[in-house]
């Protein structure tokens, strides 16, 4: 039985893309490179700043270079995020009510540690959550590290477990841990991006989660229920 809840951080519990695109594009700038495409940008959401730099920009072999730009969008996004990017509505009542039920919540992000404790603090969600991985502390997704610890330091087995994310690389990391792939369609990817990596279900709105579990959990269909 599913008990165990894993989230990607950036276009699923919370609504920063257009950060993220900005702060990429505004950092090469700076740098002197070309930006990206928002489509380009938003495609490498869910990797690790390393690996996302390398998609974009795989011609770069400077490696001051590429620390620069790293250094630069980190810091561009945290000007933005000056005014913080809202939790997506019905995160936190989803997050109340699956605590209150008894359901182990985690996190596994391509975000830094520095910067998700920043952004744990600033809303004060440290306690919903019995487990957080993020990029820079193990394998960027879709390499299956980062679930296997989180599954491990939880005691739980990847049946007992889902993954909730807004791209492929969140979907194709649990298919490689024997993790239920939830998709959301409301974040980077689209629906028609995201269905190829065959994820259980692909939701369109936060709230429909809760209703999927319910239906988990009473042996029905999705599609049974809504």
Not at 59 to 82: K, M, V
Request: glycine fraction near 8%.
């Amino acid at each position: 039985m599913v008990d165990t809840l894993i989230f990607d951080w950036d276009g699923t519990l919370v609504d920063s893309v257009s950060k993220i695109v900005a702060a990429m594009q505004l950092a090469a700038d700076q740098v002197g490179l070309p930006p990206a495409s928002d489509e380009a940008v938003r495609g490498i959401i869910g990797l690790g700043l390393p690996e996302a730099i390398a998609v974009l920009y795989p011609q770069l072999d400077d490696p001051a270079l590429i620390e620069r730009l790293g250094r630069a969008y980190s810091n561009t996004y945290l000007e933005l995020e000056q005014q913080p990017s809202p939790m997506f509505d019905g995160v936190l009542e989803a997050l109340h009510g699956w605590r209150q039920q008894g359901l182990r919540l985690a996190v596994a992000t391509g975000k830094s540690r520095r910067g998700l404790e920043r952004i744990l603090q600033l809303h004060d969600l440290q306690r919903f959550f019995d487990a957080t991985r993020c990029a820079d502390e193990t394998a960027s997704k879709p390499d299956p590290r980062m679930l296997y610890e989180l599954l491990g330091e939880l005691d739980r087995t990847p049946q007992q477990a889902v993954m909730v994310g807004d791209s492929g690389f969140d979907l194709q990391m649990a298919h490689n841990a024997g993790v239920t792939p939830i998709a959301v369609s409301y974040g980077a990817q689209s629906r028609e991006l995201l269905l190829p990596h065959a994820p259980a279900v692909c939701l369109d709105h936060f709230q429909q989660l809760d209703v999927w579990l319910a239906s988990r959990l009473a042996g029905r269909s999705y599609g049974e229920i809504v």
